[in-house]
């Protein structure tokens, strides 16, 4: 009977139930205190982190989904207040939402760095005031219900604060979810690898105060027995499971709480006690109608977690009376001291059959059920409906009318001239409402106007860079879409030259009204520039370089040195071209053009010369002719006059023009008086001469090589050859005995 007890029980279960890992609390069995703390640590430690705020996945994203309003999927559910608020809002000017620490991001001074700054096991979705009024408050009791005045969201939130101390407490369906996330951190932050060294403590921290340390610790333990884990906490472990790879093990098993913390683990069997196997039947009841009440009592043994109590939907459970529902949460306390549950049949199917069932009794491993039966009766009844909301303004999206059935649970179909589509744009709709109930029946009719809106203006898209097509602005109405006509300094036209131009923006739309102005600017493009032919050699004329723009054709100045005056002359130029009289684009380029001069050549003459007592120069011919050159001889530009050899140096004197050449010239001493007979008294050659000199003379004649100075460089006796290989050429004289002869040595 127990296994097929469990089978209805998972069945008709909520879908808030945890899923977790097989073996995931593994090495956490058996263990309790801060051996068990540090094994806990060890399992949801080094989780995947994410960044607070970023463009891909940050805290924003995770917390859409953890903090999801069930009822509308596209808002968040703020922690302390309990508002719905616009998920896509994120802070927007303090009109949105905001993201609580549940720890205090300055308890432990961790800001929001990744790590426990951004840790989304403890934070949760809130509003913008309220996360103000919270702050770093402590948690623990206090008095003073806290309403938020301030921002998009207002009202009272269920929560409080003191006037008299630094103290919060959340909303009593959340604080046993703010318990829990506060046993997380004092388990996942231990202090290693750079992380806060995060405790939970008794006293009561000061504003000011950043030590890693939260109070107040004994109200945190009873509100985690007090307020149970919900369905809803166990989606949201899920979800943040999901994203960073660890879980609450005090949401998965809030039994380790009590082990850490508390008065330790209780080895000793868990065990639930129910007052009756199952309950007398309910007799036939009308569909829709509540039966007489019954009920039974529950006790439980040994237990560490709440009693879950599960139910199916023709049997209605409640532990006062009043509320009851499918499902209820039995605290562990009420459970030690016995419960009273009360049981009430209550058919909806409108069919008369007979029902049985198996009321779930559940903690931890503890578990046991009661039998329930009853008998639906089908009777209809006329139902009761109003029509209301039947004026409304256009929002761009479908708009429905307000009903209202007596009873408020029947389903109904509703038409709008006949349609079931909800209508969007501005005009007057029959509206029809039918029960669509086996148990009811019903019908009513009212006429739904749809109003023109006041739209607002804004626009995107108001600055732009000329690129030759046309630019339009994007407007943007609210409500949207309304068909808006634009223009642009009057002109229906988008413009596309550079410039700025006065936009108008008005609504062409029976569906709203309104218009608006903005400025739109299209700003000049910068153009590109080619500048060739910047090295081009000297010819005497004007040299100017070539100038190619992008794109094409654009007008351009171009200046060498600040003139506008193309070089003629050698050297180099700081030349600027820059954009001119277009609307459209600008721009400059810098750049240099060099003016190359031509190497001439030189050819130099006329090297060899006797002395005469007059100046003597080499002869210059050019090519091209007629340059002017600079003669140096010795470094000097005098001719030079007395005998010896002289360094000659020519370069061009001429603009546009360089070149240089060397050689040497030579003055010659003329010597006189010598008779024919001594002359050809010996034989020498060859002569002139560039290697050895060859003598035939007397094999005891004086032999004597004189140079231009009247120096001996050369004394002998009967020397038949003299090597002449480092003397300098010109004109020496050569004495045998007394005969002189002249010998050229080049």
């Known amino acids: 009977m127990r296994f097929y007890i469990c089978i209805l029980f998972l069945l008709i279960g909520t879908s808030g139930f945890a899923q977790i890992p097989d073996g995931y609390y593994d090495n956490a069995d058996g263990k309790s205190g801060d051996e068990l703390k540090t094994a806990l640590y060890n399992i949801i430690k080094g989780h995947t982190e994410y960044a607070y705020t970023s463009s891909s996945t940050d805290t924003w994203d995770i917390l859409k989904e953890a903090d999801k309003d069930p009822n509308n999927s596209a808002n968040v559910i703020g922690i302390y207040s309990g508002f719905s608020m616009d998920g896509a809002a994120?802070?927007?000017?303090?009109?949105?939402?905001?993201?609580?620490?549940?720890?205090?991001?300055?308890?432990g001074d961790f800001g929001t760095s990744k790590g426990a700054g951004t840790d989304c096991h403890h934070i949760v979705a809130k509003d913008v005031s309220t996360n103000s009024a919270r702050s770093n408050r402590n948690f623990d009791e206090c008095s003073d219900p806290y309403t938020d005045n301030a921002g998009n969201y207002i009202g009272a939130t269920d929560s409080f604060t003191s006037s008299t101390e630094f103290l919060w407490k959340p909303r009593a369906e959340v604080k046993g979810d703010v318990a829990r996330m506060l046993s997380y951190m004092a388990t996942r932050y231990e202090g290693e690898s750079g992380e806060p060294d995060l405790e939970l403590t008794e006293i009561l921290q000061a504003n000011e105060s950043k030590e890693p340390f939260h109070a107040k610790l004994s109200v945190l333990l009873t509100w985690h027995e007090e307020d149970p884990v919900s369905p809803k906490e166990l989606d949201r472990n899920e979800v943040i499971y999901g994203y960073q790879n660890n879980r609450n093990p005090f949401i998965d098993h809030p039994e380790y709480n009590e082990c850490i913390w508390g008065a330790g683990c209780n080895e000793d069997e868990s065990k639930i006690t129910l007052s009756?196997?199952?309950?007398?039947?309910?007799?036939?009841?009308?569909?829709?109608?509540?039966?007489?009440?019954?009920?039974?009592?529950?006790?439980?043994?040994?237990?560490?977690?709440?009693?879950?109590?599960?139910?199916?939907?023709?049997?209605?459970?409640?532990?006062?009376?009043?509320?009851?529902?499918?499902?209820?949460?039995?605290?562990?306390?009420?459970?030690?001291?016995?419960?009273e549950i009360y049981v009430q049949f209550f058919p909806t199917s409108g069919i008369s059959q007979d029902y049985t069932a198996e009321i779930i009794h559940e903690s931890g491993s503890a578990f046991e059920s009661v039998s329930v039966s009853g008998t639906e009766i089908s009777n209809p009844f006329e139902s009761e409906i109003s029509i209301i909301g039947l004026n409304k303004t256009y929002t761009g999206e479908p708009i429905s009318a307000i009903v209202q059935t007596s009873p408020s649970y029947l389903e109904y179909d509703i038409t709008y001239d006949g349609e079931r589509i909800s209508p969007i744009d501005v005009g007057s709709y029959e509206v029809e409402?039918?029960?669509?109930?086996?148990?009811?029946?019903?019908?009513?009719?009212?006429?739904?106007?749809?109003?023109?809106?006041?739209?607002?203006?804004?626009?995107?898209?108001?600055?732009?860079?000329?690129?030759?097509?046309?630019?339009?602005?994007?407007?943007?109405?609210?409500?949207?879409?309304?068909?808006?006509?634009?223009?642009?300094?009057?002109?229906?036209?988008?413009?596309t030259n550079a410039g700025t131009y006065s936009v108008y923006?008005?609504?062409?739309?029976?569906?709203?009204?309104?218009?608006?102005?903005?400025?739109?600017?299209?700003?000049?493009?910068?153009?590109?520039?080619?500048i060739t032919d910047i090295n081009q050699n000297y010819d005497g004329t004007s040299k100017s370089v070539s100038v190619n723009t992008t794109p094409e054709g654009l007008n351009y100045t171009v200046t060498y040195n600040?003139?506008?005056?193309?070089?003629?002359?050698?050297?180099?130029?700081?030349?600027?071209?820059?954009?001119?009289?277009?609307?459209?684009?600008?721009g400059s380029q810098n750049t240099q053009l060099t003016i190359i001069p031509i190497t001439a050549l030189i050819q130099v003459g006329n090297t060899e010369h006797d002395y005469d007592g007059s100046p003597k120069e080499v002869t210059v011919e050019t090519d091209p002719q007629g340059l002017n050159t600079i003669v140096l001889y010795d470094d000097s530009e005098t001719a030079p006059t007395e005998v010896g050899t002289y360094t000659v140096d020519v370069s061009i004197d001429e603009e546009g023009?360089?070149?240089?050449?060397?050689?040497?010239?030579?003055?010659?001493?003329?010597?006189?008086?010598?008779?024919?007979?001594?002359?050809?008294?010996?034989?020498?050659?060859?002569?002139?001469?560039?290697?050895?000199?060859?003598?035939e003379s007397n094999e005891r004649s004086i032999v004597k090589l004189i140079n231009n100075k009247g120096h001996v460089v050369f004394e002998g006796v009967g020397d038949k050859e003299i090597n002449i290989n480092g003397y300098q050429k010109g004109v020496y004289l050569l004495t045998v005995d007394d005969s002189i002869q002249k010998v050229i040595v080049e």
């Open 90 to 107: 994120e802070y927007n000017s303090a009109q949105g939402w905001s993201r609580e620490h549940v720890w205090a991001k300055s308890r």
């Open 433 to 495: 409402v039918t029960i669509q109930e086996n148990t009811h029946f019903g019908s009513a009719v009212g006429t739904l106007i749809i109003g023109a809106a006041d739209a607002e203006f804004s626009f995107r898209h108001t600055e732009f860079e000329y690129d030759g097509n046309p630019k339009e602005i994007e407007v943007l109405t609210d409500p949207e879409p309304l068909n808006v006509i634009v223009t642009y300094d009057g002109n229906f036209n988008a413009p």
């Open 505 to 530: 923006a008005v609504v062409d739309d029976p569906n709203g009204s309104g218009s608006a102005t903005t400025t739109m600017i299209i700003n000049q493009a910068e153009a590109d520039f080619d």
């Open 657 to 695: 023009y360089v070149g240089s050449a060397s050689t040497t010239m030579n003055i010659n001493e003329v010597i006189t008086g010598l008779s024919d007979d001594l002359i050809d008294e010996f034989l020498v050659y060859p002569n002139p001469v560039s290697n050895v000199l060859s003598i």
């Open 276 to 339: 009756v196997n199952s309950l007398p039947h309910f007799g036939s009841t009308p569909t829709w109608e509540g039966s007489s009440i019954q009920s039974y009592v529950l006790t439980a043994e040994n237990i560490t977690e709440d009693v879950i109590v599960t139910s199916t939907p023709d049997f209605r459970i409640s532990l006062n009376q009043i509320n009851y529902g499918l499902q209820k949460t039995i605290s562990l306390s009420d459970a030690l001291n016995g419960k």
């Open 562 to 586: 600040g003139s506008e005056i193309p070089p003629k002359n050698v050297g180099t130029y700081s030349v600027t071209a820059t954009i001119i009289n277009e609307s459209n684009h600008f």
